[in-house]
């Protein structure tokens, strides 16, 4: 038996739960009661649709950055020498990993909630309470909450399996650890970012579950607008349309990621 | 060549690593424009003592001066030494240019005077032109070269050399032995450079240190080491050698295989217990009646430029190089001179150890 064909049943299962829904959905994205049509496309271009979309990139920017800003100091530290003999918060950053996103948002909840347990623990000390659930503060504060693991994760890879006498070489050659750090780790440690962005950046930009909890539904994410059409407003045409512009929107960006690391490390950083 | 000044000195270093010894009590000095190679069997402490050397080990007793100054405590970027690692290390994500400029860029050169020395380096290192080319696709002796050049453009005062060689094939590395024997005269730096290849120390040395088990067994020129081993270690470690347990009778005078022998070393008192090295090359077969001792060729081995024999006489098993062959199975006189009878006192059972 030929090796491919152990490929077999990975193939049938894209086909039926990946090729052929992905056919439908540019089917039904310009089918119109006559034939082709863009009117689904056009539609989308509507101010109130572009400020969803808007909203939906700023606030995975945002928590990209604030993962960024969080996770490769957590890396660092994970990964480094004085971390090697103690794995308890190796497994605490694991941990919100291995449960379920939504009872992640649902915990958050509880969390930011109007009476819930930070707003009573600043009563119990005798201070103002906070408006937090329904703002997009909230909603960002859950997006990286349930989104940091994605970016510790492959940039402690990357730092983890850098050679120690690479480094070494560096402070050989004169490198202070200010230097060590600029000239050798960040840019050997690039494909690690890259990948930590790409698998925070695409579930961030697609997210809609988590702006609907903690954000009230005051806003709405370009994720939550296609659900309501499929569920809700029963526009499959449209809904198609918004798919496949969130489609474009992450097969770009990963195509500007690619260039920031063209050779899969992280050359030209110098 | 090599200046008096002593540049760097180990004082009774010593290194712990989680209870193991790795180095006891060593003490070395070093000088200016000497090419001193560490020598011994892996696991001997010899790169342990080079990364003390480079800072990259902080010794756990002792002193390590350079140019006088105690420098246990400064940090390698701070040291006017370079290292060529041993699998090279360069930096994956630098072209060759960039890797050798490295050190140069750190200390804000200007970008001509960089340009420059980088050119000069390469030219010294055969390398003219691969500027360009990514280090991953260097062949394991063009890596090397560009590690050594990396190194040296930041004209250190000592260079650390960590089994440069080991990856190379024979011939590629019998051509390096030259060139850095010839680059270290060349530029007049200190190099220091490990390696378990005694071949390799005898061929490229000012002094030879031999190591074994963390500490120091002898110091000295490549040719009193391997004419004078100081004990059963070095000689066997140092080219090949018949070690035999003997009894100096008196001054020169031994007896070893039930026979007495004639040699040139005294002052080791009367019956002592002692080892005998005598080198393959120094043992003279002879005729039958005329030798010290006779015995009988076991085997022959064909080995370029002489034969190797395998000799039983006097209860012990003669390693001996001839050019001329004797057919195993016949009988042969061996005779040795005084002066190739090399005596060493028996060190404690630890030391005198494989």
């Known amino acids: 038996m030929k090796r491919s064909a152990f490929a077999g049943p990975y193939v049938a299962w894209m086909a039926m739960f990946t090729v052929a829904p992905l056919l439908f959905v540019v089917y039904f994205a310009f089918k119109g009661d006559s034939g082709f049509t863009l009117a689904n496309i056009q539609k989308f271009l509507a101010p109130t649709y572009l400020n969803v979309l808007w909203r939906s990139l700023y606030l995975a920017v945002y928590c990209t950055a604030i993962c960024l800003l969080i996770g490769y100091p957590a890396a660092y530290f994970l990964a480094g020498k004085d971390f090697s003999k103690n794995q308890a918060l190796f497994v605490l950053i694991l941990i919100p990993m291995w449960m379920n996103f939504l009872l992640r948002t649902y915990a958050m909840m509880s969390l930011l909630e109007d009476s819930g347990i930070i707003n009573q623990l600043l009563k119990a000390m005798g201070l103002q309470p906070l408006a937090m659930i329904g703002t997009e ?39 202070d650890p200010y230097n060590v750090f600029r000239r050798v780790v960040l840019p050997l440690s690039v494909p690690g970012v890259v990948s930590g962005i790409t698998m925070v950046f695409m579930p961030a930009v697609t997210t809609f579950a988590i702006s609907r909890l903690l954000g009230s539904g005051n806003f709405w994410l370009f994720g939550d607008i296609i659900e309501r059409q499929f569920l809700e407003a029963n526009d499959w045409g449209f809904g198609s349309a918004l798919s496949l512009v969130m489609m474009m929107l992450i097969i770009a960006s990963i195509g500007l990621l690619n260039r920031i690391d063209p050779k899969k490390e992280g050359s030209g950083a110098w | 060549m090599i200046e008096e000044t002593r540049l760097i000195e180990l004082i009774g270093i010593s290194k712990d690593f989680d209870g193991t010894k790795a180095l006891s009590d060593i003490n070395l000095y070093i000088r200016k424009r000497e090419f001193v190679t560490l020598l011994g069997p892996s696991g001997c402490g010899k790169t342990t003592m080079l990364r003390i ?30 290292t060529v690692f041993q699998k090279y290390a360069l930096f994956p994500h630098l072209n060759v240019y960039d890797n050798i400029a490295f050190g140069l860029k750190l200390k804000k050169m200007s970008r001509g005077e960089i340009e420059k020395r980088v050119g000069r380096m390469l030219n010294l290192v ?28 930041n004209e250190p005062e000592v260079l650390l050399l960590d089994e440069p060689l080991g990856a190379l094939d024979l011939k590629l590395r019998k ?33 030879i240190v031999v190591m074994n088990e963390g500490r120091i067994q002898q110091v000295g020129d490549p040719k009193r080491i391997y004419d004078e081993p100081k004990n059963a270690f070095v000689a066997d470690f140092i080219g090949e050698s018949n070690i035999l347990r003997g009894l100096m009778l008196e001054d020169e005078l031994v007896s070893m295989c039930g026979e007495k022998f004639p040699c040139v070393d005294s002052g080791f008192g009367i019956n002592q217990p002692v080892d005998v090295v005598v080198r393959p090359e120094d043992i003279m077969v002879v005729g039958e009646d005329v030798g010290m001792l006779t015995g009988e060729v076991k085997s022959v081995l064909f080995k370029g430029v002489h034969y190797e024999m395998i000799i039983s006489a006097g209860g012990f098993n003669w390693k001996v190089h001839s050019t001329t062959m004797q057919p195993a199975g016949s009988t042969v006189g061996l005779s040795i001179v005084p002066f190739n009878m090399h005596i060493m006192r028996r060190q404690p059972p630890k030391e005198a150890a494989s």
């Open chain 2, 175 to 207: 051509e390096m032995q030259l060139e850095l024997k010839s680059m270290q005269q060349e530029l007049g730096i200190t190099f220091m450079f490990v390696t378990h290849d005694q071949e390799e120390a005898l061929t490229m040395s000012d002094t």
């Open chain 1, 137 to 175: 503060g909230a909603v960002l504060t859950g997006m990286v909450y349930n989104f940091v693991p994605f970016m510790i994760l492959p940039i402690y890879t990357s730092l983890k399996k850098m050679d120690e006498r690479i480094i070494e070489a560096a402070e050989d050659l004169g490198a």
């Open chain 2, 126 to 153: 055969k390398m003219t032109g691969f500027e360009k080319r990514s280090v991953d696709s260097l062949s394991g002796g063009q890596q090397q070269r560009i590690a050594i050049a990396r190194a040296l453009v």
């Open chain 2, 53 to 82: 050397i480079g800072g990259f080990e902080y010794p756990t007793e002792g002193t390590l001066l350079f140019e006088g100054k105690d420098i246990a405590s400064v940090p390698p970027y701070k040291r006017r030494v370079n």
